[in-house]
């Protein structure tokens, strides 16, 4: 589904669902490929993290976390998840690896997994949500913004990504 698609694109069929195992390859290539759309570091971006083949098993290991992926068609199209920010209080989750290819962009689908990923944070008592990004991703930003995130001036926990300078939190109490 190429981006000339981007009209054609139907959500009849599509799902959102945790990651199963098979999805490991196909979620790490739409990751891969859009970093590099991006123009994105290898060092110190989601490029680089050693889970990012292993999605299903890193996501399962951890307490509080999950990541679900998007699927059109058969096809895995996006994702997105979350976990415990490193370094941070229990009440701190960061939200993590949220992609989308880009003939499935502005269509809802990644303000639909960002909510689905709020609200089963919430669910585990975390209260604020982290995030980091690169100061290129403008869309990934404005819908951020629009879901209640706000920029603030510091990184927080260690994520290892010190090549992402773009930093947003959300505090749920604040969401409606």
Same mark, same amino acid.
């Given at each position: 589904?190429?981006?000339?698609?981007?009209?054609?694109?139907?959500?009849?069929?599509?799902? #959102?669902?945790?990651?199963?195992?098979?999805?490991?390859?196909?979620?790490?290539?739409?990751?891969?490929?859009?970093?590099?759309? *991006?123009?994105?570091?290898?060092?110190?971006?989601?490029?680089?993290?050693?889970?990012?083949?292993?999605?299903?098993?890193?996501?399962?290991?951890?307490?509080?976390?999950?990541?679900?992926?998007?699927?059109?068609? !058969? %096809?895995?199209?996006?994702? /997105? !998840?979350?976990?415990?920010?490193?370094? %941070? !209080?229990?009440?701190?989750?960061?939200?993590?690896? *949220?992609? #989308?290819?880009?003939? /499935?962009?502005?269509?809802?689908?990644?303000?639909?997994?960002?909510?689905? /990923?709020? %609200?089963?944070?919430?669910?585990?008592?975390?209260?604020? /949500?982290?995030?980091?990004?690169?100061?290129?991703?403008?869309?990934?930003?404005?819908?951020?913004?629009? *879901?209640?995130?706000?920029?603030?001036?510091?990184?927080? !926990?260690?994520?290892?990504?010190?090549?992402?300078?773009?930093?947003?939190?959300?505090?749920?109490?604040?969401?409606?």
């Amino acid at each position: 589904m190429d981006a000339s698609n981007r009209h054609e694109v139907s959500l009849a069929t599509l799902k #959102l669902r945790e990651i199963r195992h098979t999805d490991n390859a196909k979620i790490a290539e739409v990751i891969r490929s859009v970093l590099i759309e *991006m123009d994105a570091p290898r060092v110190g971006s989601a490029y680089a993290d050693p889970s990012l083949d292993t999605m299903t098993e890193h996501y399962a290991q951890q307490a509080r976390a999950s990541y679900f992926v998007a699927e059109l068609e !058969g %096809e895995v199209i996006a994702g /997105c !998840g979350f976990g415990p920010l490193p370094g %941070e !209080g229990d009440h701190l989750c960061e939200l993590q690896k *949220m992609y #989308l290819r880009p003939a /499935c962009r502005g269509l809802g689908i990644g303000q639909k997994l960002v909510r689905l /990923c709020v %609200e089963r944070a919430r669910s585990f008592g975390y209260t604020q /949500c982290y995030l980091e990004t690169l100061p290129n991703m403008l869309a990934a930003q404005a819908l951020y913004q629009k *879901m209640g995130f706000r920029y603030i001036d510091q990184a927080l !926990g260690n994520t290892g990504h010190n090549a992402c300078p773009v930093w947003m939190l959300l505090e749920f109490d604040e969401l409606s």
